[in-house]
C-alpha cells in the first residue's frame, strides 16, 4: 500500500516538536549533543534536538530494554507478596535513524514471540516512533551494505530533510494522528516525492566501510566454514573481555536478573540488568563450570550469534552496519565489518543448518514470563551431607504439568531464582519433587527453610523427553552424580503400573563419587525389584571405613558386562544424564556397544537463567538449551562444537 507522505516547513517542525514537549501526557525524547558526540535524552525545548547527527552512543533500545528496569517489587514478610508495575507513560522517540528501527523490529521477534516479555510490549505499544533519514553517515558505518541505511517499515513517521522544509512518510495511524493533532502540513509535491527517492538511492555512495558478504545464507555459511579460523584467536587474543560492544549494540538483548534487598531486609526488588556474552561468567553455572571459559570462544561466538545462529532462527543478519561497536572498542577488534571481511578473503562454504537443532516447542502461557507461582514446602528429607529433597506444592493446588526432563526456576525473593530439574514423575498431583545441592547462595538460603515455607515456582520450563518415541524400546539408563535427579521422573515414570507394559527391558547404571554421595538407594532396591528391571552401581572411590559391595571405578567400567547380557542395541534408546566430562566416553561406549546415534538421548545442563530463550546465557552455537533442551537427541547437536567440549 502507497505511503502518505506530507511536508512540513522547518519552522513549522520546531512549533511541532515544542507542542509535543508542552503536551504532558507524553515525554518526549530526541538527538541531542552531548560534547562531541549524540545521546538519546528526553527534550526540553526543540532547539537541543539534533536530526543532522551520525551516530547516537547508545541506540534507543535503552527506552524498550533499559539497562536497569523493576521487574518486580516483593515484600519478604508477607510470603511472596509480588507487585509489578508496568511502564505506561506514553513516549514519542525522535530522530530515530533507520538501522536502529530495523533492530527493534529484530527484537520484537524475540520478545514478543509465544513467551511474550509484557513489560517490553508494553513499552513498544506506548512509544511513538519518529524516524530520520540519514543525513550524516557515521565513518564506522556500513548499513548500506545491509540495506538498513533506508526502511519503509517499522515507524510511525519518517522525516526526510528536503533543505528548505522535510517530507513526513506516515506510517501508522497513531502516528498519523499525531501529526494531524499538532502540526501544520502539506501534501507532498511529485518531485518533492522523487526528491526522497534520489536522497535515498544516492546514500550508499556516502558510506567508506563496505561489506562484502551480505547475503544472510552466504554469510552463514561462510561463518560456519571458518569456525576454526586461527582469526577468532588472533583477535581475540587482544579483548579486554569488557562486553562494550554488546552493551552499545542495538540488536544484542541479552540480560541477568538479581534481586536487591532494603536495608531494612523487608522488602526488595527484582532487577533486570544488562548482560553480555564477552563476559567470562555469562555462561557460569551453579557448580562452578564456565561453558565458554576461552575468550577466544566468547569472541567467536558474538559474531557466530550475529551472523549464523539468529540467522538460522528468524532469517535476519542481527547487525544493521551501525558502527557503535567499533567506535566502543578500544583495541579495535570488533567491527563485524573488518571481520566478515577478512573471513571472506579465506573463502569456504559450509553447511548452513549445521549449528541449528529445527525444533518446535509447545509453551504453557501462565501469564507475564517473569512473575512465579506461589508455593509451599511440604516435606524435607536429607538425601546426604551435600543433597537435600523438597517436596513443594503449588499454592494454587493445581498440577505442575510437567513431562519427564523437563526444569523449573525456582525462586527466593532477596536472593534470586535458578534452575532445578524435576525429579518425579508426571501426576495430577499440585506436589512435585526437587533435590537440590547445597552450592551457592540460593541454594545455601534454600537450606535454611522449613515445612510450611514459601518459594515461588516458574515453569514448567524446557523440552522434555518424549515419552512416545521410548515406547516398545529397550531402557538403557546412564547416570552420573547428580544426573540421577532429573533422570528418576522418566524412571518413575516408565516403572508405573500405567505405563510399565509399553517399553521392554530396563537396565539402569548409576556412577557417584563415593558411598555416601549415592541417591535414592532404596528407591533404586525397589527399581531393582521389578520384573525386566536391572540396576548396576558405581562410585569413582570406596574408602576401607565404607560399607560397599557395587562396582569401584568409573561409570563406564559398567559397559563392558552389557555386551554378554540381554541387550537389543538397535532396539534401545539410551538416556545420559550427568556431568560434562563424563558425556563424551559415556557415548564412545553407546557406540562402541552398537547403539545408534539417533538412539542416544542427553540432557544438558547449562545456565538456564530466564528459561524462555531471551537472556542468552544457555545458548550453544545455535540452540538455547531452555527451549530446544534441556533434553536433546544425540544425532541432532553432536556435530555443535560448545555442546560436549
Given amino acids: 500500500m502507497k505511503q502518505e507522505i506530507k511536508t512540513i516547513s522547518q519552522n513549522e517542525m520546531g512549533i511541532f516538536v515544542n507542542k509535543l514537549i508542552q503536551n504532558d501526557h507524553y515525554e518526549v525524547v530526541g538527538v541531542k549533543s552531548k560534547g562531541e558526540r549524540f545521546v538519546f535524552d528526553e527534550l526540553e525545548d526543540a532547539n537541543e534536538l539534533r536530526l543532522d547527527y551520525d551516530v547516537t552512543i547508545l541506540p534507543p533500545k535503552k527506552y524498550f530494554l533499559p539497562q536497569y528496569e523493576k521487574l518486580m517489587d516483593f515484600d519478604l514478610k508477607k510470603n511472596f507478596d509480588v507487585k509489578t508495575k508496568f511502564d505506561n507513560k506514553p513516549r514519542i522517540i525522535i530522530g530515530v ?15 514478543l514471540d509465544d513467551q511474550k516479555d509484557d513489560f517490553y510490549k508494553k513499552r513498544r505499544e506506548n512509544t511513538i516512533i519518529i524516524g530520520i533519514d540519514i543525513q550524516k553517515v557515521s565513518e564506522r558505518s556500513f548499513s548500506a551494505s545491509l540495506g538498513t541505511h533506508i526502511t519503509d517499515t517499522g515507524f510511525d513517521l519518517m522525516l526526510t530533510n528536503l533543505g528548505n522544509k522535510y517530507a513526513i512518510t506516515i506510517g501508522s495511524q497513531k502516528g498519523k494522528l499525531l501529526l494531524n493533532q499538532n502540526a501544520s502540513t502539506d501534501e507532498a509535491t511529485d518531485d518533492e516525492i522523487k526528491k526522497i527517492a534520489k536522497i535515498h538511492i544516492e546514500l550508499p555512495s556516502k558510506y567508506k566501510k563496505k561489506l562484502k558478504v551480505t547475503d544472510e545464507n552466504e554469510l552463514s555459511s561462510l561463518l560456519v566454514a571458518n569456525y576454526e579460523n586461527a582469526l577468532w584467536e588472533e583477535r581475540s587474543d587482544r579483548c579486554l573481555e569488557c562486553s562494550s560492544c554488546t552493551m552499545v549494540c542495538p540488536t544484542c538483548y541479552c540480560y541477568d536478573v538479581k534481586d536487591e534487598v532494603s536495608l531494612n531486609l523487608e522488602d526488595g526488588t527484582r532487577l533486570r540488568t544488562w548482560d553480555g556474552c564477552l563476559l567470562r561468567d555469562f555462561t557460569k553455572v551453579g557448580s562452578g563450570e564456565v561453558f565458554r571459559d576461552e575468550i577466544k570462544d566468547r569472541y567467536r561466538h558474538r559474531f557466530f550469534r550475529k551472523g549464523n545462529y539468529l540467522t538460522q532462527r528468524y532469517g535476519f543478519i542481527a547487525c544493521v552496519g551501525c558502527g557503535r561497536c567499533s567506535t566502543a572498542c578500544l583495541p579495535d577488534i570488533a567491527d563485524p565489518c573488518d571481520v566478515i571481511n577478512e573471513l571472506h578473503s579465506f573463502g569456504g562454504k559450509g553447511n548452513k543448518d549445521k549449528f541449528f537443532l529445527k525444533q518446535q516447542i509447545d509453551f504453557l502461557e501462565k501469564g507475564t514470563i517473569h512473575v512465579p507461582r506461589k508455593a509451599t514446602i511440604t516435606r524435607i528429607e536429607k538425601l546426604t551431607d551435600s543433597e537435600t529433597l523438597y517436596e513443594i506444592e503449588l499454592d494454587d493446588k493445581k498440577p505442575l504439568g510437567h513431562k519427564p526432563g523437563q526444569f523449573v526456576e525456582l525462586s527466593l525473593f532477596g536472593i534470586g531464582e535458578a534452575p532445578f530439574g524435576i525429579s518425579t514423575g508426571p501426576s495430577q498431583n499440585s506436589k512435585f519433587e526437587l533435590v537440590v545441592r547445597k552450592v551457592g547462595n540460593l541454594t545455601s538460603k534454600l537450606a535454611t527453610l522449613k515445612v510450611g515455607d514459601s518459594v515461588g515456582i516458574r515453569g514448567p520450563l524446557g523440552n522434555g523427553f518424549d515419552v512416545k518415541s521410548l515406547e516398545g524400546k529397550h531402557l538403557l539408563f546412564v547416570s552420573g552424580g547428580t544426573g540421577i535427579i532429573p533422570m528418576r521422573s522418566l524412571i518413575e515414570y516408565c516403572l508405573d503400573k500405567k505405563n510399565r507394559d509399553k517399553f521392554k527391558y530396563i537396565k539402569i547404571l548409576y556412577g557417584a563419587k563415593r558411598p555416601c554421595e549415592v541417591l535414592f538407594q532404596k528407591e533404586i532396591n525397589e527399581w531393582e525389584k521389578c520384573l525386566d ?86 545458548q550453544i552455537n545455535g540452540i538455547y538449551v531452555c527451549r530446544e533442551g534441556p533434553v536433546f537427541n544425540y544425532a541432532d547437536i553432536k556435530g555443535l562444537p560448545e555442546a560436549f567440549e
Avoid at 97 to 111: E, F, G, K
Avoid at 571 to 587: E, H, L, Q, R, S
Fill in 97 to 111: 535513524h533507520p538501522y536502529d528501527i530495523v533492530a527493534l523490529t529484530q527484537t520484537d521477534r524475540v520478545y
Fill in 533 to 618: 528391571v536391572s540396576c548396576r552401581l558405581t562410585v569413582d572411590t570406596c574408602s576401607g571405613g565404607e560399607c560397599w559391595v557395587g562396582s569401584v571405578g568409573l561409570i563406564t567400567t559398567l559397559f563392558p558386562k552389557l555386551k554378554v547380557e540381554r541387550i537389543d542395541p538397535k532396539n534401545t534408546i539410551a538416556i545420559v544424564i550427568g556431568p560434562p566430562v563424563m558425556y563424551k566416553f559415556v557415548i564412545k561406549c553407546l557406540q562402541t556397544l552398537g547403539v545408534p546415534e539417533k538412539n542416544i538421548l542427553v540432557s544438558l545442563e547449562r545456565r538456564m537463567k530466564c528459561g524462555v530463550g531471551k537472556c542468552g546465557h544457555c
